[in-house]
């Protein structure tokens, strides 16, 4: 279900469950998103924890919503970030927007860059014979991919918003929209009421070796989040 409230809940409940689940059985050390470790790291006997926020998107949006996020995910993400032996940042501006954002001291974070086979993708990429006119696709069009969870907090919903008034600043656009999540009926129905039907092309469960040649057929990747 939709809505805030079910989203935090959920959260709380697999927190709990891997909590549960992980104290059963035995590892080294536990590398998890910020805020589902937080019952774990309740626990008096447990493994080291590194956690990883990824984004801090929840505390940057607008005034109520801002002021709902901070009073729902807050304390347990703080503490989860306090409590860790570590905190895995993928660049330095997170880094130090993970210190303003905490209160947590620099030193704690360290630099875990995402990784990716280049090797692979790119013999995916000699391979396949993929063409944009397969997928319906012409050469002169502006071709824009967003991949990811369909999700209210990826914010797919904005670049649709967004995509007549692209049509109208470059002319012929196109996205393909890769993903599944809890938000695709809404996102048909806001594709169909605008009239875009024409315009967006989405996909979901696919591939790898296909997912490097829609980004290869791209123009612009586009994470709206």
């Not at 048909?188 to 979901?204: A, C, E, Y």
Request: glycine content about 8%.
């Amino acid at each position: 279900p939709g809505g805030l409230f079910p989203f935090w809940y959920s959260y709380h409940v697999f927190s709990k469950r891997a909590a549960d689940y992980l104290t059963s059985i035995d590892f080294d050390l536990l590398h998890s998103f910020g805020f589902p470790a937080f019952f774990y790291l309740l626990r008096a006997r447990r493994k080291p924890v590194v956690v990883q926020p990824f984004g801090s998107e929840s505390f940057k949006t607008r005034s109520l919503e801002k002021m709902a996020n901070y009073v729902m995910w807050y304390p347990q993400s703080r503490y989860s970030m306090h409590r860790a032996e570590a905190i895995a940042s993928e660049g330095e501006a997170q880094s130090k927007e993970i210190a303003q954002i905490y209160g947590v001291n620099k030193d704690k974070i360290f630099l875990l860059p995402d990784g990716v086979d280049i090797g692979e993708i790119r013999g995916c990429l000699e391979s396949s014979k993929l063409r944009r006119e397969d997928l319906g696709l012409r050469e002169d069009e502006l071709v824009l991919i967003n991949v990811n969870r369909l999700e209210e907090n990826k914010g797919v919903r904005y670049l649709i918003e967004a995509l007549p008034q692209i049509k109208k600043a470059v002319g012929q656009v196109r996205l393909i929209i890769v993903g599944a999540g809890s938000q695709e009926e809404n996102l048909k129905f806001q594709i169909d009421s605008l009239g875009l039907s024409g315009t967006v092309l989405h996909f979901k469960n696919v591939e790898d070796s296909l997912l490097f040649n829609y980004f290869k057929l791209a123009d612009i990747s586009v994470t709206p989040t």
